[in-house]
């Protein structure tokens, strides 16, 4: 359905010949071209003035505006010239330009390096960054990232972490760390990425080569403070250490840049179990840094047995009904700070996942092992069968619940009876479903704010997920096959993090609370439509301006200042 719409803007009004259809059901826009005011209008129609374009071009412009004003406003780009100095001879930009475009194309709409120029070009990026296409052919990407040192990259991340804390005030007392892993495509007998190998992967790839990334983003916001390359197939528990000798440093520099008290003690560093060793807790206490953990629930018999009438509700109306109870006991080689919780929601999770998913693909494959062994087909001796019976049950809660009995001597007599048992099943519930056993070095906390600062680790996991998101700020496409290309790469990809959660805390400030992807989405939307006017002769007359936008991108436009890279009409 086509219509005509105006829209005022000041005191002149604007019109659009706009097509419309049902998207889901919903009535919605699909495109839109502008026609012109009214003057304009009236004079195309007596045949004088510009009259009507003789063609359009439309633009992405918000998202791209937006990335770019924020790493202005930083000087990311200046940072990295600073540190790595003049660009190589015959690079058209500067080595800090390059890197800033590769994470604002992380952000914004991740490509190849190949692609990069063509997806510029359908932006308009190169009107307000005075940057043309063809400075943008990816071996110049190339060689500006092999203009970077690996000592001068934690140099530059070091420095623009203190310039995020001095812009954005951002609090970096408390701080989440996590560890996990992205799968690549390099090939086996590439001997130039050690960093990227075969390990346990976080993606379900473990047939494919992986890198292994920590990360220590701030509770106020999720924004990363520091980060870790590392070979996939090292465990996450040996690169702690490293990720808190990182981190203390970082903090203490980030602090003295801003001119804040930074003291190791006065920050608290968020972790969940994956990172427990005996040695880790000792370079904990070495490091003086106050700290939130875990232990697993099923580890503490002692506590996970209390009857229910220890626990006391911790804060009903920031928790609702979350339980606890607050006591001392052995951790990891000392006495330290132990808090049982017990969450009726987690427990109903658990309980659902557990019996909808663990047990029911337990009792499948051991019915469809039952059937085939009541056909007498199987060739396999007892001894045999038995192992993949206890493969199948080897999680330790199907274990617990699963009662099964393999009869018959000779292969062709086996026959599998199994069935689950009831009282087993009721026990394994009330021991361990909904607890969360906390560890903290902060012994005069309340329990609240324990719980509080441990439950900001989900920080650190959502930026992963994140960045294992394929449509904004994600890690792949990596087409990067060189050790210190890949660890350029992650600079980039950190960046671009970084960015993405300072503008969602920004939007979240002025009342706008959004997902990195609902935030980038909606700016998307902010286009600029491109008249062309084909004159006698010399080249076409252009005239710019942005689409019609809803309120929520008008908002979103004052808050990132988008007015300044608006076209000038």
Known sequence: MSSIVGKKRGTATYYYLVESARVDG?????????????????????????????????????????????????????????????????????????LVLAALNRLVAPCSKAAFADWWKTTAADRFTKIPAAALDHRRFWDAMHAVTL????????????????????DVSSVALDMTNFATFIDTANGRAPVAQRGKGKQKRSDLRLVGLGLVVTRDGGI???????PGNKPDVTQFPDMITQLTTRYQAVCAAAGLPGEAGDMTVV?????????????????????????????????????????????????????????????????????LTHSPELRESQ???????????????????????????TRRGKDKVTAEIEAITAKPWVRRVIRWDLAGGQPRDLRLTWRINAQARQDLEEEIFGKHVLTTSHDDWPVAEVVAGYRSQSEAEFSFRQMKDTHVVSFSPMH?????????????????????????????ESGLRMSVRELLRELSGIGETVLLYHGDRGRPRAHRMLTETSWVQDKLAGIFGLARYAPKR
């Open 26 to 98: 919903k009535p919605r826009i699909v495109s839109q071209e502008y026609l012109g005011t009214a003057d304009e209008l009236a004079t195309a129609m007596r045949g004088g003035g510009l009259g009507l374009p003789d063609k359009t071009r439309h633009k992405e412009f918000g998202a791209a505006a937006a990335a770019w004003g924020l790493l202005e406003d930083l000087g990311v780009a200046g940072v990295i010239d600073e540190v790595a100095g003049p660009a190589p001879a015959g690079q058209p930009l500067s080595t800090g330009t390059y």
């Open 151 to 170: 000592e001068q990259l934690e140099e530059i991340s070091g420095t623009i972490a203190a310039r995020i804390v001095q812009v954005s005030g951002v």
């Open 224 to 230: 990363p403070l520091t980060w870790h390359a590392y």
């Open 271 to 339: 972790f969940d179990a994956g990172q427990n060793s005996e040695a880790n807790f000792a370079h904990l206490a070495a490091s003086r840094l106050h700290w939130i953990g875990s232990v697993p629930a099923s580890d503490c018999p002692d506590l996970t047995g209390l009857p229910a009438d220890v626990r006391t509700t911790v804060d009903q109306d920031r928790f609702g009904g979350l339980t606890a109870y607050d006591t001392r006991r052995t951790v990891y080689g000392a006495q330290r700070r132990a808090i």
């Open 351 to 377: 309980a659902r996942g557990f019996d909808g998913t663990t047990l029911a693909k337990a009792g499948k494959k051991l019915d469809e092992l039952a059937a085939t062994l009541a056909r007498g087909k």
């Open 480 to 508: 990067h096959w060189t050790d210190h290309n890949i660890r350029v790469h992650v600079f980039t990809c950190v960046l671009a993090l970084q960015l993405a959660h300072l503008m969602r805390r920004q939007a979240a």
